[in-house]
T-cell receptor
Framework: DQQVKQNSPSLSVQEGRISILNCDYTNSMFDYFLWYKKYPAEGPTFLISISSIKDKNEDGRFTVFLNKSAKHLSLHIVPSQPGDSAVYFC??????????????FGKGTKLSVIP | NAGVTQTPKFRILKIGQSMTLQCTQD?????MYWYRQDPGMGLKLIYY???????DKGEVPNGYNVSRSTTEDFPLRLELAAPSQTSVYFC???????????FGSGTRLTVV
């Protein structure tokens, strides 16, 4: 049973436009959410995170939105750049309960930014 | 800082062989993790450790063993390699659990 779901395996966006990557979760114990970016032949690197007490967190071109009632979060990249082309993983953790303090990852969305 | 270092980067094993994937971190992190990533899939947790001498199973531990004798090292052992263990393995570490993991660059393992 997937607790973190990224239903879009891939996304293509024109350079300069907005990229929106979506993520849904089922475990109501999750209270911290992260996005990781992964280039081929490299390990994932941390991009941005959000705590469940917030509904938005911004870092430069990257903004993460959290809708707790819908158990949904999204990553917005504005403007998109060719260097943003990578696989983006959504991840979640819980501070208590079974499996606490472990990250659960989605399957990833491959973003291609077309020049 | 080197961060998290994994060796080897690539390996081909025959069915039934054994090997150890090495992972070392130089950030004095308490928490360390082993994940595997299969094609088109997310990262699945194999084992984790919250400190030297303490390890626990993750989601997919069968066929693997770990040890944590020091803060820096967290090796992953495959005793009897099977084709189902063909995957990319990532080691990660963090100050506290569930936040801000630093990942290594991965080990691509093929079992034939």
């Amino acid at each position: 049973d997937q607790q973190v779901k990224q239903n879009s395996p891939s996304l293509s966006v024109q350079e300069g436009r907005i990229s929106i990557l979506n993520c849904d979760y089922t475990n109501s114990m999750f209270d911290y959410f992260l996005w990781y970016k992964k280039y081929p032949a490299e390990g994932p690197t941390f991009l941005i995170s959000i705590s469940s007490i917030k509904d938005k967190n911004e870092d430069g071109r990257f903004t993460v939105f959290l809708n707790k009632s819908a158990k949904h979060l999204s990553l917005h990249i504005v403007p998109s750049q060719p260097g943003d082309s990578a696989v983006y993983f959504c991840a979640a953790s819980a501070s208590s309960g079974a499996g606490s303090y472990q990250l659960t990852f989605g399957k990833g969305t491959k973003l291609s930014v077309i020049p | 800082n080197a961060g998290v270092t994994q060796t080897p980067k690539f390996r081909i094993l025959k069915i039934g062989q054994s090997m150890t994937l090495q992972c070392t971190q130089d950030m004095n992190h308490n928490y360390m993790y082993w994940y595997r990533q299969d094609p088109g899939m997310g990262l699945k947790l194999i084992y984790y450790s919250v400190g030297a001498g303490i390890t626990d199973k993750g989601e997919v531990p069968n066929g693997y063993n770990v040890s944590r004798s020091t803060t820096e090292d967290f090796p992953l052992r495959l005793e009897l390699a099977a084709p189902s263990q063909t995957s990319v393995y990532f080691c990660a570490s963090s100050w506290t659990g569930g936040y801000g993991y630093t990942f290594g660059s991965g080990t691509r393992l093929t079992v034939v």
